[in-house]
């Protein structure tokens, strides 16, 4: 019996031993993390981890990872103690986490460089060289696998051992352009731009089916080129390859795509016409190059590039047809577009179209030219009578598709509008609401609808139409239709017999009929009569637009500030503080004067809808002047 009892006493004894050597031997918890945390322990810390971690209370993190790590090790919660750690430079205690990590997962490269990258931290560079150089040695014959070493490096800024495993990469494949966009990119973020278009047109030379890759690349890192420095050198690389292969249309057709994204339409019209000719291309090119130019407002050179694609393709050809529709259009813009368009030029156009519609005839592509050369008739060379009568010959023609025809009648109602016709107007645009009633163009025709209500003073009826188009499916149409709601409901509150607004409407209409005189007196007379009415701000605006239309820019520029200072709560103030910016940008050369009102709509109005715009404008402005603040406002949306 007292040999039994001694020998109970040792086996407890050792067994003690045995257990205290394993706690002394296990990486420190916490007595809680040693129980084992629940599920929803470990979530509520992990929650408050991040936090510390991202106020950069590195401590705190780590005590808090130091207690949920060692029970689940998963990624995040590997990457949050680590990094802590990393940030108070404790990389000894990082090792044995990272030597854990590696342990439970040996095929992922990312902890083994991780292991390395502390080891470099530590002064045991050896160490750490032998890791990286172990795992280019085994690196299999896999495009996945390489790329995930690759990635690895790069993630710790081991730039070098991340192209040597791109290089061992295209030795494993026998194939020495595989990586290579990896590559370029790679070079990209080292600052080598020489060694990076160096791969990229590599590529190109190989394989022209990676040629839309390569422009993606090359667009990301021309984003990030202020000072054109990496365009300019792409041009020049380009124009070399060019000279030395005069018969590969790639590399001219890349240096065309360069010059687009440049934005240098003049550059890219003269390397149209040599792709052109050297090419035979039958106009194809020169026509793009137009439709381009035109969504870029580039009326001029989409006009000479229209009528180059015309000569370059013949008459007999498609491309000649559609070439000819285009040029009208572009001459159209062009014309319209310009502070005082010369009498003989308008006839001259008017002349071209009608000349146009008579040799290629009343078919699908032409009755958008007959809608135009109506307009011209009708807004500029004061032709109601032709523009009207041409315009309601083109319903009646069976070919013509119902949206085109809706379009039809409602170009002629405008005409009509623009001509005091009110009765004939309405029933058309009656007729559109009726045919197409969830279409878009049947809510602008209850929109224009709705504003003819608004001119004549049936405020009621065309408040119900404002209401009913909040909702529709066109949010340019909708928001339109809300300010006018909102103008009406305040306004005619103020006012029981409306004479304030009656004298706003006609304004608004004398406006639309571009009788400008008329107008403002209208809106003078609201001013003078109502010093401080409801409607100024709006009067305000009305009197900028019209000074903008008619290129009085420092007029313009000064009544929006008006606005944005004077009623900087009222619903239009961000939306004069971005035409004002846009005017300093663009017509007035005060970049600097533009930023502050960019970077103002951004901190003083985080919701208005120009949020968009004000920041990319405002961006732009900081990388032309080579600054490197951070848009206000840009963790929102981008």
Request: one cysteine or more; hydrophobic letters at 40%; charged letters at 30%.
């Amino acid at each position: 019996m007292q040999n039994k009892i001694v020998i109970i006493f040792l086996i407890q004894f050792f067994c003690g031993i045995g257990v205290a050597v394993a706690q002394s031997n296990a990486p420190s918890t916490s007595a809680k993390g040693q129980k084992g945390l629940s599920s929803e322990e470990i979530k509520e810390k992990q929650e408050l981890g991040r936090h510390y971690y991202r106020n950069r209370e590195y401590r705190k993190a780590i005590a808090i990872y130091d207690d949920i790590y060692w029970q689940q090790p998963s990624h995040s919660n590997y990457i949050y103690f680590t990094y802590s750690l990393f940030g108070i430079q404790d990389f000894e205690k990082a090792e044995k986490v990272v030597k854990r990590q590696v342990r439970e997962f040996p095929n992922q490269s990312r902890y083994q460089v991780d292991l390395g990258y502390v080891y470099r931290n530590l002064n045991k560079t050896k160490k750490a060289l032998r890791i990286y150089d172990d795992l280019l040695k085994d690196l299999p014959k896999n495009e996945m696998a390489i790329k995930q070493v690759a990635n690895s490096f790069k993630a710790r800024r081991e730039n070098e051992y991340a192209l040597k495993t791109y290089r061992r990469g295209q030795e494993i494949f026998d194939d020495p352009i595989k990586f290579s966009i990896d590559i370029g990119q790679l070079y990209d973020r080292m600052g080598k731009t020489e060694l990076m278009f160096s791969e990229y047109l590599k590529v190109l030379a190989h394989n022209d089916e990676r040629a839309q890759v390569v422009k993606y690349r090359i667009q990301n890192t021309l984003n990030d080129d202020p000072d054109n420095e990496k365009a300019n050198y792409l041009r020049n690389a380009l124009l070399q390859k060019v000279q030395a292969n005069p018969d590969e249309r790639m590399y001219a057709e890349l240096l065309l795509w360069l010059s687009v994204q440049l934005r240098d339409f003049d550059m890219a019209f003269i390397q149209t016409k040599a792709l052109e000719r050297r090419f035979n291309l039958g106009g194809q090119k020169a026509f793009e190059l137009g439709r381009l130019a035109m969504n870029n407002q580039k009326f001029g050179i989409a006009t000479n590039a229209f009528a180059f694609a015309m000569k370059q393709s013949g008459k007999n050809s498609r491309i000649y047809t559609f070439a000819q529709i285009e040029k009208l259009k572009a001459r159209f813009e062009e014309i319209s577009h310009q502070q005082l368009p010369e009498k003989e030029k308008l006839l001259e156009l008017e002349e071209e179209y009608q000349s146009t519609l008579e040799e290629i005839g009343w078919q699908k592509n032409t009755f958008e030219l007959a809608i135009n050369l109506a307009h011209l008739q009708a807004y500029f060379l004061q032709k109601p009578k032709e523009a009207i009568a041409l315009l309601e010959k083109i319903p009646s023609m069976g070919r013509i598709d119902p949206v085109t025809r809706a379009k039809t009648k409602m170009k002629l109602a405008s005409i009509l509008l623009f001509n005091d016709e009110y009765w004939e107007a309405t029933l058309l645009y009656s007729q559109v609401e009726k045919e197409f009633p969830n279409e878009p163009v049947g809510h602008e025709a209850k929109y224009q609808n709705a504003m003819l209500s608004f001119y004549i003073g049936e405020f009621d009826w065309a408040k119900a139409k404002f209401d009913v188009l909040r909702s529709a499916t066109s949010k340019l149409i909708a928001n339109d239709a809300m300010e006018m709601s909102f103008l009406l409901q305040e306004n005619l509150e103020e006012d029981s017999i409306h004479k304030a607004m009656n004298w706003y409407a006609k304004g608004n209409l004398m406006l639309y009929q571009h009788r400008y005189d008329e107008a403002e007196a209208f809106f003078d007379s609201v001013k003078t009569a109502y010093p401080t009415h409801s409607l100024i701000d709006n009067i305000l605006m009305k009197k900028a637009t019209i000074a903008e239309e008619n290129f009085r820019f420092e007029e313009a520029d000064s009544l929006y500030k008006e606005i944005y200072t004077n009623y900087a709560f009222d619903l239009l103030a961000d939306d004069a503080l971005l035409r004002a910016a846009d005017i300093l940008n663009e017509r007035l050369d005060k970049d600097k004067e533009a930023m502050k009102l960019y970077k103002k709509i951004l901190t003083d109005y985080p919701g208005s809808i120009y949020v968009f715009d004000a920041r990319k404008k405002y961006r732009k402005l900081l990388e032309k002047y080579g600054e490197s603040e951070e848009a206000p406002g840009s963790a929102l949306s981008d």
